[in-house]
């Protein structure tokens, strides 16, 4: 089993990609521990994994909040004695998530501030806060999770597009370039469309259809493991191909 006695840290791991990770690094023997905001929910799946005799613990966090993260990095610590593996898998479309369809300049700044909180500050509040455990460990691996958008740009969601370019790219190359010198390596996955929402299956790709979330969280787990132990400051795109589309049309 690849990751026993390993410790995963995962935010958003209460639904969606997030908790298939959760679920899928237990099976491997790892220490989950599964971060949301949605503390009911939360609550439900930290039972359902435990049931299946998994190792995992439930800690509800805004990552919007930095005393918050640090809260469950204390947790994590207590409960596991180390943090080896974060996943940033927290994130959404500001507009989808306020219902708010509006054009770019008439959008309520504050629905920007969201998603640049939750898509962009979420992750970097994330890595700044457990890298300081793995720097102690002097080992590590943050998996930060992009987008096809902020491969491609998108005039409907500007935040959501800067904000997962910027983890893409800026974010996940420094923290790698930093993190070298203390054996912690850092990549970023980039699905495209994924089924996690039935929207997404009207997305083209070359491959002509969306991804099954475990597609995503099988790379995931790759970059994560000791077999991809030679990665670190690269972006990865699982996007059936969109990107290299010459005519998107949807």
Request: include cysteine; charged fraction near 20%; charge should be neutral.
């Amino acid at each position: 089993m690849e990751f026993t006695y390993k410790t995963v840290v995962i935010t958003g791991g209460a639904s969606g990609m997030g908790f298939l990770c959760g679920k899928c690094f237990a099976k491997e023997g790892a220490n989950v521990v599964l971060l949301d905001n949605n503390g009911a929910l939360l609550e439900e799946k930290v039972k359902e994994l435990k049931t299946s005799g998994c190792s995992v613990l439930g800690v509800p966090t805004d990552i919007r909040h930095y005393d918050e993260i640090l809260h469950a990095r204390e947790e994590a610590m207590k409960s596991f004695g180390s943090i080896d593996i974060l996943i940033n898998c927290a994130g959404g479309s500001s507009k989808r998530i306020w219902k708010c369809n509006e054009e770019f300049v008439n959008v309520p700044i504050e629905v920007f501030d969201w998603g640049l909180d939750v898509n962009l500050k979420g992750p970097f509040y994330m890595s700044h806060a457990m890298m300081k455990q793995m720097v102690a460990q002097k080992s590590g691996v943050i998996v930060n999770i992009g987008s096809i958008t902020g491969e491609e740009g998108c005039p409907s969601a500007v935040d959501y597009s800067a904000a997962k370019s910027g983890v893409m790219y800026g974010l996940t190359k420094s923290l790698a370039l930093y993190g070298a010198q203390y054996g912690i390596r850092v990549c970023c996955v980039s699905p495209g469309p994924v089924l996690t929402r039935a929207a997404m299956s009207n997305m083209s790709t070359l491959l002509g259809r969306a991804a099954d979330p475990q597609e995503i969280v099988d790379l995931i787990m790759y970059v994560a493991s000791s077999k991809g132990a030679f990665i670190t400051g690269t972006n990865y795109l699982i996007d059936g191909g969109r990107n290299i589309m010459r005519e998107k049309k949807g």
